[in-house]
């Protein structure tokens, strides 16, 4: 089953086209981790398919046009862990992972012991039974990553959009946060698409990797195929070494003197 369609997806910021011409099918129950340099167009991309930018082209998200379905609509299918979260004040961890079921409570309607069953077993798979009492906006900023997908999870949605979810987590909460996310995937058929910046990360936990540069892909298949050291330099201007593992390809900063000086590649580098 198709879980994800972008059409000729363009979207603007401040007036500038920032995303050309984005063709997309990803299945239901896939990791796709999306990559591509600063200012590439990945946040804007998981917003269009959050329905929190205005888009153009088609896009079908778990059945919903984010941009014309209502919000609750949209949040049923779909569920973003955004990359600054904006925390009110005074609102508890619970209180803040408990706002993730606001789109499957009835109108007005109070939050059923199903509701409150659901927040626990988020808090207690993301280790915050400690932090639940206390408020979000006194957290450092890896606890509060993990509460905010804590929300993400409790929403319980078709569509998980992650905005680099890794990226003020310590090691070993890096592997915790992205092993639920992946159980959570294959348990429930979840499509997780995953802008990250770790290349390795993101070929170890995404079938399938999308790079963007400049607002457009610019290659997508399997992470072995789309990372190589040539493509690498092209579009980060990075010197790396793109290592072949058991578990995908690991991508190795290379010092260099200057700018994308001295490329090795492990293996030959394909475009
Ligand atoms: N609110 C905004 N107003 C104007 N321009 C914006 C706005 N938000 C993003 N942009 C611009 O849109 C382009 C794409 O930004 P986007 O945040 O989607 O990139 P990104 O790939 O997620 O970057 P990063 O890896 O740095 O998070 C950038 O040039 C950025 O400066």
Partial sequence: MTAVVCRGVGASRGGVEVLHDVDLEIRAGTWVSLVGP???????LLHAL????????RIDVAGVDPGR????EIARAVALMPQRPVVPEGTTVRELVA???TPHLSRFGPS???DREVVDEVIAQLDLHDFAGRY???LSGGELQRVVLARALAQQPRVLLLDEPTS?????HQQQVLDLVDSMRR????TVIAAMHDLTSAAQYGQRLVLLDRGRIVADGPPAEVLTAERLRDVYAANVEVLERRDGPAVLPVRGDGPVAAVRSSRPARR
């Fill in 187 to 190: 348990a429930n058929e979840l």
């Fill in 112 to 114: 059923t012991r199903a």
């Fill in 69 to 72: 379905a209502r919000r609750r």
């Fill in 50 to 57: 959050a329905g929190l930018v205005p888009a153009t082209g």
């Fill in 136 to 138: 979000a906006s006194a």
């Fill in 168 to 172: 003020a987590l310590d090691l070993g």
């Fill in 99 to 101: 706002l993730g079921r």
């Fill in 38 to 44: 600063n200012g590439s167009g990945k946040t804007t």
